[in-house]
């Protein structure tokens, strides 16, 4: 149900818009009255789902028998003494979802799964084109049963062309094959290892734009829609700013150590107390500041460093100079001084110190969850704010198989022919847990 809330006073309007009056607004759930089946694993299919329930949609997740290949495999969080452990990863991706486990690969299991997408408004899946085919979950078998669906597949490298059948997960098809890791490692260093689903992530909010305008197409037209997102893809346009030019003159962007690089302004440097500092200030006009502000004007007078090809030429002795100079001050040195100048800067922070950001806390960007059994804990938000829209965590990630009797008996089985199926090893024993929605 739509809750209604007080606006912000007038003085307490959000940055970059228009003050609100402080007239009652009714807060909603943007999604609410939406149906989503999903029928995938890891973290990119399943995150854009979880953001989907965020939203307000109910998602009914169909794992297999044994679960979700993500659960328990990511680094568990350390806890107190005597306090159950919290499968956090799994908890992000699956938020606020109901979960029923289905042997897909039996035909009584794909049919159940094709049962669950004839009532659903959206279908979201990983599954290879191929493997959609053999259970019957592809575009054109659920489209004739549900013509108004919303097919929505996630794979690393889409549904059509060569490779639409070879595996990819966001180390091989994003970050490698999308190019992101070679323009991030210079000459004669090893690549860089990225962590845990960053690409998966990107092409998860990629997918739920996808399903939301698919969804408004649906409205206009009453027409289902076919969804293809990919992570190949989705590191192109995550690199699109290098690639724009490439298209052009097929010339690899340049990919520079420290002492080659284009601006002054615009690198890292360690600090005394063994902290990096970042500067993003390329624009010609910030080095005479820069200059005064540290305390060395005499930079912005010498014929080396006057002007931006001169310093292009004398970068290698501006970084020895300018490396001299941070490892005379710590971070909290540096910033307050830059923060005080006006500076484009900001710290290499460390995960333990966004996840105790007060500004991060004052946006909104950790809610907590209610585990049942575990208690509170907090987690990561998406990345949307709509003033009046309730949108964030609406409970922790299904037990496997807890709503196994739920759902079914909703899609018209009755308890017997629940009871055959779980007899026969189509579906999981139900399961006794109480976490989720």
Known sequence: MPRRAHAPSPRSGHHGGPAVSSKEIVVVAPLSGIRVVEVANWMAAPGAAAMLADLGADV?????????ALRGITRQPTMPEGVPAIDASFHLDNRGKRGVAVALDRPEGSALVQTLAAGADVFVNNLLPTRQQKFGLDAETLHARNPRLVHATLTGYGLDGPD???????????????GITHSITPPGTQAPRARPAQGDHSAALALLAAVLTALRMVDRTGEGQVIDVNLYATAAW??????SATLIDAENPRTTGRRERLHALQESFLTSDERWVLLFMPEARWWPRFSEVV????????PRFET???R??????????????FATRTLADWGSLFDEAGFVWGPAATVAEVAADPHAEAVGMFPEIEHPTMGRFRTVAMPIRI???????????????????????????SQAEIASLEAEGVISPSSSGDAGR
Do not use: C
């Open 60 to 68: 009914v997740k169909v794992e297999p028998l044994r679960g979700d």
């Open 164 to 178: 639409t059948a070879r595996p990819g997960y966001d180390i091989t098809a994003f970050f490698g094959r999308g």
């Open 238 to 243: 995550t690199m699109a700013t290098d690639l």
């Open 295 to 302: 305390g060395r004007p005499e930079w912005a007078a010498d």
């Open 308 to 310: 931006v090809a001169a």
């Open 312 to 325: 292009v030429e004398h970068m290698s002795e501006i970084t020895d100079l300018m490396d001299a100079l």
């Open 387 to 413: 003033r009046g829209a309730d949108i964030g965590p609406r409970g922790v990630g299904p037990e496997l198989g807890q709503h196994n009797v739920e759902v079914l008996t909703e899609a018209g089985l």
